[in-house]
């Protein structure tokens, strides 16, 4: 069990409204008997909301790094985007923490040589203040010193919140763009933010991308195996209830670097907001797929596991895994696991359980079978409140590992077995 003082996770909120500090401070009141007798609300202070994870090599030394985000609430007035690099200096050893100011409440971390140095550099969405202003996104780019990043630079401010962003050649010059999931101060949709490809680093003006709805999610890559880059998204169209209605779509790339207008994908859904959208050939079969992992927005429905499978001549079909027997799951992750060349997952996440002042936080390992069906194979206690996980090789041994951010902005690392491929050890944690 963990202490709740120190779980302020995110909750699966109807889409789309933005998730905002308020939530986890209700959440944080709950669990620790504020108002109920004990301690005022400064008893709450200072807590951590953790959003995101990424693995990459940042240093160029060939082993894996640690990138996370979260926001630090000191008080009710005094909050703070805080990103934090992990580099990994040898096997299994991790320099202290070093930390960044980005913006106020950020939720989604990308990563890309953005500037062409050969360094990988960050971009963060920003869900800006409780009342919307200021969100947006950020760019942290390495210096002369590999591992090293400068302040966070704004690149693009946002009308809506940006759930989600991606870096990726949309037109085909050769520059990564950014592409994010909200849309500019004067019109809805989504955005596109092409870069400078003459002075690398730089931005050229925003586009609006006339995407229906309120678009929560994005991935850019070669959707219909053209060679040219696509942008798909997930979108809201509506909300009843609190339940939203979904839809899947894509900006095809066309030649010339343009997009082709709106696409809808057969792939709607109601009443499960989306958490993870990646771009894979999921069954090995040479084409690009769609996984997504979705979370219940309310009693009534369940989170799931959805497989987009592109069959020939680019017809799509879904196939759904029901995690209705999973509490408390809140982010999620693909990666072939188990050496069989399908795409995999693992979510992960945490509850209350018994006591109101305790949480249970687990990891959930899921092998994709036949079919695009994803089956349970391990499920794995963590001594942190999980709100999200990422996949990779940590250890430098070929084979996928699981990293899971949580509580307090700690960090737990699984390893992956060398005998048993697709299960893991238990979790060790780096404070």
């Not at 580099?87 to 062409?116: E, M």
């Not at 799509?316 to 990666?335: C, E, K, R």
């Not at 696991?337 to 996440?349: C, F, H, M, P, S």
Request: contains cysteine; proline residues 6%.
């Amino acid at each position: 069990m963990i202490s709740a003082r120190t779980h302020h996770g995110r909750l699966p909120l109807p889409l789309p409204r933005r998730p905002m500090l308020a939530v986890s401070l209700c959440l944080a009141a709950a669990l620790t008997g504020c108002g109920g007798g004990g301690g005022g609300a400064g008893d709450l202070f200072p807590i951590w909301v953790p959003t995101d994870v990424k693995l990459a090599d940042l240093d160029g030394d060939g082993r894996t790094d640690i990138v996370t985000i979260s926001q630090l609430a000191a008080s009710m007035s005094d909050r703070r985007g805080q990103l934090t690099v992990r580099l990994q200096t040898a096997p299994g050893v991790f320099t202290t923490a070093q930390t960044y100011t980005v913006g106020t409440y950020p939720w989604r971390i990308a990563i890309a040589d953005v500037d062409g140095d050969g360094a990988p550099d960050l971009a963060v969405s920003d869900m800006g203040a409780l009342d919307g202003s200021g969100a947006g996104v950020w760019l942290l780019r390495q210096g002369g010193t590999r591992g090293l990043f400068g302040a966070a630079a704004r690149v693009v401010s946002t009308a809506g919140s940006p759930y989600e962003l991606a870096l990726g050649d949309a037109n085909g010059d050769g520059a990564p763009d950014l592409a994010v999931a909200a849309g500019l101060a004067t019109t809805t949709g989504a955005t596109l933010v092409p870069q400078d490809p003459a002075r690398r680093g730089s931005f050229l003006a925003p586009v609006a991308l006339a995407v229906p709805g309120t678009p929560t999610r994005v991935a850019i890559g070669d959707l219909d195996g053209d060679g040219r880059s696509d942008l798909v998204f997930r979108t809201t169209l509506s909300a009843l209830a609190g339940a939203a209605s979904t839809q899947l779509g894509v900006l095809s790339g066309l030649a010339g670097g343009t997009l082709a207008a709106w696409s809808a994908l057969p792939s709607a859904t109601t009443g499960i907001n989306g958490v993870t959208l990646a771009l894979r050939d999921a069954n090995a079969d040479g084409r690009t797929d769609v996984l997504e992992y979705f979370t219940p927005c309310c009693t009534g429905y369940a989170a799931t596991l959805r497989l987009t499978v592109q069959g020939l001549g680019g017809v799509f079909t879904t196939a759904d895994t029901s995690l209705a027997g999973l509490l408390g799951i809140n982010g999620g992750a693909f990666a072939d696991l188990d050496g069989d060349g399908r795409v995999d997952a693992a979510v992960a996440g945490s509850y209350p359980v018994g006591s109101p002042s305790t949480v249970q936080s687990s990891v959930h390992v899921l092998i994709q079978g036949g079919a695009g069906a994803f089956a349970r194979t391990q499920t794995l206690p963590l001594p942190l409140a999980a709100s999200a996980i990422a996949a990779g090789d940590v250890d430098g041994d070929g084979r996928p590992d699981l990293v899971v951010l949580g509580s307090a902005n700690r960090v737990g690392i699984l390893i992956g077995s060398a005998v048993s491929p697709g299960t893991y050890a238990s979790v060790r944690t780096l404070d």
